[in-house]
C-alpha cells in the first residue's frame, strides 16, 4: 500500500471542518484548535492546519495569530456579497450549459428536485440542500468551467450557514415550484428563462439574508 498523498488528507481535514462549521455542529463563535480536531479526525495537526488557511481565507474561520482561531459569527452582509457572486456564477453556467444538455440531464433535475420536494415536507435540511445541489450541479458540470465551478464551491457554505438556519427554524429553503421553472426551462432549451429563474433563486438567498436577525451582523 502507497501512502495516502498529503493533499487527500488536507482535503478531507477541510471538508469535514467546513461541513461541521455550515451544518452548526462547531456553532458560530466556537474556539478550534489544530490538535483537538486532528485527534478527532485521525490525523495529524499538520493536515488540520492547512484547512484552517483555507477556511479563513473563505471566511468561515477567522485567526489572530499566537491567540485563537474561531468560527465567525453569520453575517447578513457576507451572506448577501456570498449569494451575488453565486448567483451570478449560477447564471453563467446556465447560460452555457442549457443548449448543450441531454435529456438524461433533464431527468436527473427532474429526480432530483423530487427528493427536494420531499425533504422539505418531512423538515430533512440535509436532505433538501443536498437534492438542491444536485439539480443545480447538473448544469455546472454542463457548461464545464472550472473557475465559475470553483467560485460556487468556496461562497455556497457562507449561504448555506444561513439557509440552514433559518429552514430549521420552519422557513422554506428554496422553492420547488422555482426549480420546476427551471427544468421545465431547460428541457424547452429556452436559455432566457432558465436564466431568469436561476436569478430569481438566488435573489431569494440574498432576500433571506435580508432577514437577518439584526444580531447576525454583529
Same mark, same amino acid.
Given at each position: 500500500?502507497?501512502? *495516502?498523498?498529503?493533499?487527500?488528507?488536507?482535503?478531507?481535514? $477541510?471538508?469535514?471542518?467546513?461541513d461541521a462549521i455550515?451544518?452548526?455542529?462547531?456553532e458560530p463563535g466556537? +474556539?478550534?484548535? &489544530?490538535? &483537538?480536531? !486532528? #485527534?478527532?479526525?485521525?490525523?495529524?495537526?499538520?493536515?488540520?492546519? @492547512?484547512?484552517?488557511?483555507?477556511?479563513?481565507? @473563505?471566511?468561515?474561520?477567522? =485567526?489572530?495569530?499566537? =491567540? $485563537?482561531?474561531? +468560527?465567525?459569527?453569520? +453575517?447578513?452582509?457576507?451572506?448577501?456579497?456570498?449569494?451575488?457572486?453565486?448567483?451570478?456564477?449560477?447564471?453563467? *453556467?446556465?447560460?452555457?450549459?442549457?443548449?448543450?444538455?441531454?435529456? !438524461?440531464?433533464? #431527468?436527473?433535475?427532474?429526480?432530483?428536485?423530487?427528493?427536494?420536494?420531499?425533504?422539505?415536507?418531512?423538515?430533512?435540511?440535509?436532505?433538501a440542500l443536498q437534492?438542491?445541489? @444536485?439539480?443545480?450541479?447538473?448544469?455546472?458540470?454542463?457548461?464545464?468551467?472550472?473557475?465559475?465551478?470553483?467560485?460556487?464551491?468556496? $461562497?455556497?457554505?457562507?449561504?448555506?450557514?444561513?439557509?440552514?438556519?433559518?429552514?430549521? #427554524?420552519?422557513?422554506?429553503?428554496? =422553492?420547488?415550484?422555482?426549480? #420546476?421553472?427551471?427544468?421545465?426551462?431547460?428541457? !424547452?432549451? &429556452?436559455?432566457? @428563462?432558465?436564466?431568469?429563474?436561476?436569478?430569481?433563486?438566488?435573489? =431569494?438567498?440574498?432576500?433571506?439574508?435580508?432577514?437577518?436577525?439584526? !444580531?447576525? &451582523?454583529?
Open positions: 500500500m502507497e501512502p *495516502v498523498p498529503r493533499t487527500l488528507l488536507r482535503d478531507r481535514a $477541510y471538508a469535514a471542518i467546513r455550515v451544518t452548526g455542529a462547531i466556537a +474556539v478550534v484548535r &489544530d490538535a &483537538d480536531l !486532528a #485527534e478527532r479526525l485521525g490525523l495529524s495537526r499538520a493536515p488540520v492546519r @492547512e484547512a484552517f488557511a483555507r477556511l479563513v481565507d @473563505e471566511g468561515l474561520l477567522e =485567526s489572530k495569530p499566537q =491567540s $485563537y482561531t474561531r +468560527v465567525t459569527p453569520v +453575517v447578513a452582509a457576507d451572506v448577501r456579497d456570498a449569494a451575488a457572486v453565486v448567483g451570478a456564477m449560477h447564471e453563467l *453556467v446556465t447560460r452555457v450549459a442549457v443548449p448543450g444538455l441531454f435529456a !438524461a440531464d433533464v #431527468e436527473t433535475m427532474r429526480a432530483a428536485n423530487t427528493r427536494f420536494a420531499a425533504a422539505v415536507r418531512t423538515g430533512d435540511v440535509d436532505g437534492a438542491d445541489d @444536485e439539480v443545480h450541479d447538473v448544469l455546472v458540470r454542463a457548461a464545464g468551467n472550472r473557475a465559475a465551478a470553483a467560485t460556487i464551491a468556496r $461562497y455556497t457554505p457562507l449561504v448555506r450557514r444561513l439557509e440552514r438556519r433559518r429552514f430549521g #427554524e420552519g422557513g422554506n429553503c428554496r =422553492s420547488t415550484g422555482l426549480h #420546476e421553472r427551471l427544468i421545465e426551462a431547460c428541457a !424547452a432549451g &429556452d436559455v432566457d @428563462e432558465a436564466v431568469r429563474v436561476t436569478a430569481e433563486i438566488w435573489r =431569494s438567498l440574498a432576500d433571506l439574508a435580508d432577514l437577518a436577525d439584526p !444580531a447576525d &451582523d454583529d
